[in-house]
């Protein structure tokens, strides 16, 4: 016995909601599957066809027609080559996450997947409906099993597709990106192994869809779990693997395998992503954004700049009376040294008549912090004004830290369209402005060992309002990603006074993030669609 296929992983960015783009990529690769790689099989992702994750988009009776449509070209024009698609598929009132085998107008196998995640990201219970049998289909010779992502997360599906005759699994994903998830991937698949016995080939999409980031790093896996091959991740690109049989069964072909990403650079590389997608997906012809001279507004705009080149981008530097000269300095300085259209306007005047107008109300009060958000939503007016006129989308500049106790001035620097650095603790940001700085100088050096500062007020430091930043954002991980007590956290060797007063800002400050933009989820509870605490609540802590 020594039969063999080669196969081709499509690892491809696709758009919600545009079948016919999809479709007509879908066959676009499958055509240069088999002129180009002599393949015998291609596969696309999960839900290929619709996109992933479509949402409430599910439920729109044109949606299902468009994919029945779709599902008929691709099988009538893909020839000489069996083809492995993703789609919703429709059966009376219920809907699931399906997956075909086409080859030459014939149906070679369906599969529904079984397992139907319903945590952080994840809603599919919404939508579909659970498959129940395993799907195996033989390609010269070689039994092959059908497997769609959450599926090999758990015994069962793998099992039963070994029990009905697998010598391999395909398993096509829709896995979106968080801290390590590479590594997280590879385990668990290599943990399916050990107790099937056979191999696996792991394809995973690549892109940006809202808030999520898909990283690819498609994989191939040998029955021992070892890694045959391993595609770059963030790069769509189509990748050509070899199964061969013999009397010890089937084995991928050793092949390239990329390195795994250090994290920072991994975090970086989603956020460039998932940032380009976002504004090109959703038909937007640059970017602007406020450049304060701060940390966060300069890695922000280095990312603006990997993600859609300088000219693509615009920075506005909006001085007051409490902006410092090293601030100014430094903001012209990186906006020299990435290439990008660079203004200033002072927002004094905009100030003055803003307190003049407002000065009978307040008549009798003393300054407080209601005048040093008047200088905030100053520049979000200034800026969502520039947005307006030439239709660049605003990026707002917050981190994880400030949003999660309140740091941030509603209608102010929260106002724009999208966040990329959202889900990105202070302490993170310092380490993805290092990153970036060490494939060639974006930030100006100043901007990452000075003091943090809003600069609202003279002398101002983030420190007068929080702790320390490598106190706070432990925290922060500890309370928003793994859900620990104050008594847990404390336990950890923290101040119990500050983890109170750290966990009830968060508690207070919900409804700032309800109002906030979407951002790139890169850890594995962003604020957004995996985090719904109340906004009304009486919860106090300790607890």
Sequence with gaps: ?????????????????????????????????????????????????????????????GLRRRVAEALEVIRRKVRDIAVVIGFPEYDGDNIYNACAVFKDGAVLAHYRKHLLPNYRVFDEQRYFSAGREASVFSLRGIRIGLNICEDVW????????????????????GSPYEHDSQAKREGVVRQRIKEVGIPVVYLNMVGGQDELVFDGGSFAMDADGEVCFRAAPYTENLYRLELKASGAGVAPQSAEVVPILSTEQSVYEALVCGTRDYVRKNGFPGVILGLSGGIDSAL??????????????????????????????????????????????????????????????????????????????????LLMSISNKTGRMLLTTGNKSEMAVGYATLYGDMAGGFAPIKDCSKSLVYRLARYRNSLGEAI??????????????????????????????????????????????????????????????????????????????????????????????RYTFPG
């Excluded at 296929?5 to 696709?14: E, S, Y």
């Excluded at 999960?46 to 992933?52: F, K, Q, R, T, V």
């Excluded at 015994?155 to 395909?170: D, L």
């Excluded at 107008?357 to 005048?371: M, P, S, Y």
């Design 1 to 61: 016995m020594n039969d063999k296929i080669t196969v081709a992983l499509a690892q491809l960015d696709l758009v919600v909601g545009d079948v016919h783009g999809n479709t007509a990529k879908i066959l676009e690769y499958a055509a240069r599957a088999h002129n180009e790689m002599q393949a015998d099989l291609v596969i696309f992702p999960e839900l290929s066809i619709c996109g992933y994750p479509p949402e409430d988009l599910l439920f729109h009776s």
């Design 154 to 173: 758990k015994s069962g599906p793998a099992a039963a597709s070994r029990a009905a005759g697998a010598e391999v699994i395909i398993a096509i994903n």
């Design 300 to 381: 922000v705009l280095s990312i603006a700049c990997d993600a859609l080149g300088a000219k693509q981008v615009r920075a506005v530097m909006m001085p007051f009376r409490y902006t410092s000269n090293m601030s100014q300095e430094d903001a012209a300085k990186q906006a020299a040294l990435l290439g990008v259209r660079y203004d200033v306007i002072p927002i004094l005047p905009i100030y003055d008549a803003t307190v003049g107008q407002l000065k009978k109300i307040f008549e009798g009060r003393a300054a407080d912090v209601t005048e040093e958000n008047i200088q905030a939503r100053c520049r979000g007016l």
């Design 444 to 537: 100006p050096e100043r901007v990452i060992t000075r003091p943090p500062s809003a600069e609202l007020r003279a002398n101002q430091k983030d420190t007068d309002s929080l702790p320390d930043y490598d106190v706070l954002d432990p925290i922060l991980e500890a309370f928003i990603e793994k859900d620990m007590s104050v008594d847990d956290i404390v336990a950890t060797g923290f101040d119990k006074e500050i983890v109170v007063r750290v966990l009830e800002l968060v508690k207070r400050n919900e409804y700032k993030r309800r109002q906030a933009p979407p951002g790139i989820r890169i850890s594995n509870r962003a604020f957004g669609r995996d985090w719904r605490y109340p906004i009304t609540s």
